[in-house]
């Protein structure tokens, strides 16, 4: 956190599961250790963690995990939030209808400033409606939206036609997983859309992963 703080680099931490009535205790610890920590904002989905942290005045980017894919829930989100990050189900077209409705009902956050989309733009592209995944639940009791997804949709698998018994295995893809997003290629649409922040998925991912694209991001730019 030092290091981030003398480079004015800005941190989010992430407390985006589901919550239960044990966990909200060790939820504001966690909250109040980050505000002491200088920590710039939580990506939230649950709306206890946003009560706390508007209670504590820590700065909130609501996760995608709430499913925002509608202007009027941005609407909602913005008396706790300054950044929303969108459903990745929508559409460029989608983004930029709510990001100028944004500027026209002058929707703003808790600093008074409009509110700022947000939006996936490198990163595996999840099978489940907004990360909200039972298979890794199901599988193993470890449950994707508290946290512990195993990710088995990004494990390769033999299918069998239960009719003939012919098997046919799909080499280096992956047979329930979406294909990866990667937006390279049109980050410039991306930003003519109004998009305010971008968002690069890491869970599970190598230091190196986040740094490469956003290298490649920043070289496009200039």
């Not at 060790?26 to 649950?46: E, H, P």
């Not at 994707?144 to 949709?153: H, S």
Request: glycine share 4%; proline share 2%.
């Amino acid at each position: 956190m030092q290091k981030c703080t003398a480079s004015d680099i800005r941190t989010c931490l992430t407390i985006n599961t589901v919550l239960c009535d044990h966990d909200i205790a060790l939820m504001r610890r966690i909250v109040d250790a980050a505000k002491a920590c200088g920590v710039s904002a939580l990506i939230a989905s649950d709306h206890a963690v946003m009560a706390y942290a508007r209670q504590v005045a820590l700065p909130v980017h609501v996760s995608t995990q709430a499913n925002v894919s509608n202007i009027d829930t941005v609407e909602f989100y913005a008396a706790f939030a300054d950044a929303v990050v969108l459903s990745r189900e929508l559409s460029l077209r989608q983004v930029a209808s709510t990001v100028n409705e944004i500027g026209r009902r002058q929707i703003t956050g808790p600093s008074g400033r409009l509110v700022k989309i947000e939006v996936f733009a490198h990163g595996a592209l999840c099978m489940a409606i907004s990360g909200k995944c039972y298979l890794s639940l199901h599988s193993h009791n470890s449950s994707a939206n508290r946290g512990a997804c195993i990710q088995n949709c990004r494990k390769q698998y033999v299918v069998t036609d239960k009719e003939n018994g012919a098997e046919l295995e799909i080499d280096n893809e992956y047979i329930v997983s979406a294909k990866d997003l990667c937006t390279i290629g049109f980050l410039d649409r991306i930003v003519a859309a109004g998009v305010g922040i971008l968002k690069i998925e890491s869970s599970a991912r190598p230091p190196a992963w986040p740094v490469a694209f956003a290298a490649a991001a920043w070289s496009s730019r200039q």
